[in-house]
């Protein structure tokens, strides 16, 4: 029985059976990126952290997409609803980060970010162990 957007020739093709090499391998890169995701998730990278774990997740997700629930193996609209779904997904990560990176410095709350704190003179964003160090923020005494 063809789903709705198959031919038959697609049906006859995916009826096929490609062998357990190819899932091996791609259950192998799903590892690898899963142990990568742990060592970059256990370093401070506050560049480029963030940006690092999207692309892995979105290349084993599409992994998963393709091999495992077979995407691959279909052509036509299935293709353009996962090509479709990706870029409005990336849209509508890049479009408050853009909006975040190009603001104006004073519109940000308060404390948003690490320089913000030592800009106000924050003894926890110094490390001073005195006033708490960096184990928690406390707002500095008020003075008359």
């Known amino acids: 029985m ?26 192998a890169a799903l590892l690898a990126f899963t142990f990568i995701t742990v ?17 892995i997740a979105t290349v084993k997700g599409t992994l998963v997409l393709l091999f495992f629930m077979h995407l691959i193996d279909h052509k036509g609209a299935n293709r353009l ?23 104006f410095r004073g519109s940000n709350p308060p404390g948003s970010h690490v320089s913000d704190l030592k800009d106000l003179n924050f003894p926890e964003a110094q490390g001073d ?12 005494d008020s003075h008359p």
């Open 39 to 55: 060592i970059t998730g256990r370093m401070h990278l506050p560049t480029f952290g963030l940006l690092l774990a999207l692309v």
């Open 129 to 140: 162990a005195k006033h708490g160090g960096s184990h928690g923020l406390k707002l500095p």
């Open 81 to 103: 609803v996962m090509g479709v779904s990706l870029v409005f997904v990336l849209i509508m990560i890049m479009a408050p980060m853009a909006d975040f990176a190009t603001r």
């Open 2 to 27: 063809a789903v709705v957007n198959e031919t038959h020739s697609e049906e006859h093709n995916m009826q096929e059976h490609h062998g357990t090499g190819r899932y091996w391998l791609v259950w």
